[in-house]
């Protein structure tokens, strides 16, 4: 029961500490789809925010997101989770011509922020129709960056 109080805590603080958006000067709650922490043998951990898309976000709405997402990666996030680690990822019901949209809007975004750098922190994946075999959602090339060209793996060694 403690950690039930302690998780509804936790769910509390997203709505009462938005993430204040810097380029529109409005807040906006960020609120994770899903949060996944890997540890590895003791030795790594391997945090992600993992955020779905079906499809339905318009660019603008998208822009906004990422650009909420970049400012709670500075401090908040590794506050509330305890974490230094982070990827951000973003997988896709929407089908494969949903995923180029994606992955342009959020390189526009990293430039208009000056944010190139942070490129590492996203990834971007269309999810099959079907049956989803998670050893190639975790480990499989199935991943695609902002500004590269060749696909990665979700988790790496």
């Not at 499809?55 to 401090?75: D, I, P, S, V």
């Not at 922190?121 to 590269?148: A, M």
Request: charged letters at 25%; aromatic letters at 8%.
């Amino acid at each position: 029961m403690r950690a039930l109080s302690r998780l509804q805590e936790k769910d509390s603080l997203y709505g009462k500490q938005p993430i204040k958006n810097c380029q529109e000067g409005q807040q906006m709650a960020v609120i994770p789809d899903a949060w996944l922490d890997f540890h590895v043998q003791q030795k790594a951990r391997m945090s992600i925010v993992l955020e779905l898309d079906r499809g339905t976000e318009e660019e603008k709405q998208w822009k906004r997101k990422l650009r909420a997402l970049l400012k709670y990666a500075e401090g908040q996030y590794q506050a509330f989770f305890g974490s230094e680690s982070l990827s951000i990822a973003f997988a896709t019901t929407a089908g494969s011509q949903r995923l180029s949209p994606m992955k342009a809007w959020t390189e526009q975004v990293l430039k208009q922020q000056q944010a190139e750098a942070d490129a590492d922190l996203f990834v971007l994946t269309t999810l099959p129709d079907g049956d989803l075999d998670p050893k190639t959602l975790f480990l499989g090339q199935v991943w695609e960056q902002p500004f590269e060209a060749q696909p990665v793996a979700l988790l790496s060694a």
